[in-house]
């Protein structure tokens, strides 16, 4: 795990950029926390799987661990995601935490900076076809593209679950000290884009939701604490 540092940092953004759902702009203020440097692998979900018994992930029939095993585990909805992390003793990250992590405090656009996404920085853009093989890359390449405090693909590779419910007006109306999102709600947060998007997807503030259930190609986590 790699430490963030408590204070503000520029969450969201402001202008024509953004999406409805990102601005305003604000200036939270979170106490410090350890966030994982790799999205979860497929390696550690299996010591997770048989010491739980939980149902796998989906796609997991596809899984060679000796090949796959550094790549992160895709298929898993949140509540996996969730239990996985309390499992390890940590939670996922709230969604102010996920940014704070990617972005740190100087409001880049991107974890590696304003730079947009290039092939040695990101895995993106690879279309829609999966495979555990061809569009998921290990968890520790992209040294160049980690972010200010030294986690690596928070843009690109998987789509990763956080804590929070989605609101789509929720910036303006945050708490301005941890907030953790609304309490209730249809959809959960996402972060950070996938293998098959488009480079706008992959913005240190970009928000996507899914309902909780839901398990697809293109969504992992990480855990924090």
Known sequence: ???????????????TQALEDERPAHRPWLAAFSIDVHEVTTAHYAEFLKASGRPAPWQWETVELSR???RPVIGVDWADADAYCRWRGKRLPTEAEWEKAARGTDGRLYPWGNQGPVPDLANFALGARF??????????????????FGALQMAGNVYEWVQDWYG????ELSSDRNPTGP????FK????G?????PKYLLTYGRFKLPPET??????FRCAK
């Open 1 to 15: 795990m790699v430490a963030v540092t408590e204070g503000e940092f520029v969450m969201g953004a402001d202008g």
């Open 68 to 70: 796959h095993g550094d």
């Open 131 to 148: 495979s555990y093989s061809q569009v998921l890359m290990p968890v520790h390449s992209y040294e160049r593209g980690k972010s200010p």
């Open 168 to 171: 789509a007006n929720y910036y």
């Open 183 to 186: 309490d209730q709600g249809q």
């Open 189 to 192: 947060v996402l972060r950070g």
């Open 194 to 198: 996938s293998w098959s998007d488009l």
């Open 215 to 220: 398990r697809n190609s293109y969504t992992g």
